[in-house]
């Protein structure tokens, strides 16, 4: 199979994944926790191992492989409570997100139309807002949500990319024909 064939496949799955997270948000939210929650205690250990290894920054790495461990298995043990407090962390992160691009767009453009800057500010701070605060009834399910968005707009990307290089494969085989003749 062509390279196009396999980006048009992964969009379609990335896209069709995309559309069954928006049907269970709340699910995708669970897992994305756990994930985390995985990937946080797979570095707490590689962190212990590394403490013990280098004598140089054994304190710094120590601390930061035991916070690992902590939160990973905070997350993993108390999915509800790990779900919550990532959900205010990126509530967090997209509110000073849409903060620092207000300030941006009233500071100078930065090589972009202010108004770019200013509707992509207000809606981060916006979204972000109502992640922390859990308006509008969002609560946990928000954050599977916007993964799910993610997805369909990544797979939609993708399978245009697919589309697009299977469909000019063979003009180009065409032009080479011509030219070789």
């Known amino acids: 199979m062509t390279s196009a064939r396999w980006t048009l496949i992964s969009g379609i799955i990335l896209t069709l994944g995309g559309f069954l997270g928006i049907l269970a948000p709340l699910a995708v939210s669970f897992t994305a926790t756990l994930f985390v929650g995985w990937i946080f205690l797979f570095q707490g250990g590689l962190g212990l191992y590394a403490a013990f290894k280098d004598a140089d920054d054994r304190g710094w ?3 930061m492989a035991i916070l690992g461990i902590v939160l990973g298995l905070s997350f993993i043990i108390n999915p509800l409570g790990g779900l919550l ?11 000073s997100s ?6 941006m767009a009233y500071r100078g453009s930065f090589g972009l139309p202010r108004w770019v800057l200013i509707l992509g500010g207000v809606a981060s ?11 509008a009834g969002s609560g946990p399910a928000i954050l599977g949500l916007l993964i799910s968005l993610e997805m369909v707009m990544m797979g939609s990307a993708l399978v245009a990319m697919g589309w697009r290089g299977k469909a000019a494969a063979p003009q180009t085989a065409d032009r080479e024909d011509s030219v070789n003749a």
């Open 125 to 135: 701070f916006a979204l972000g807002v109502i992640m922390m605060f859990g308006l």
């Open 98 to 103: 849409g903060a620092l691009r207000l300030w």
């Open 61 to 63: 790495q120590l601390v």
């Open 85 to 95: 407090s990532l959900t205010l962390f990126v509530g967090i992160l997209l509110a």
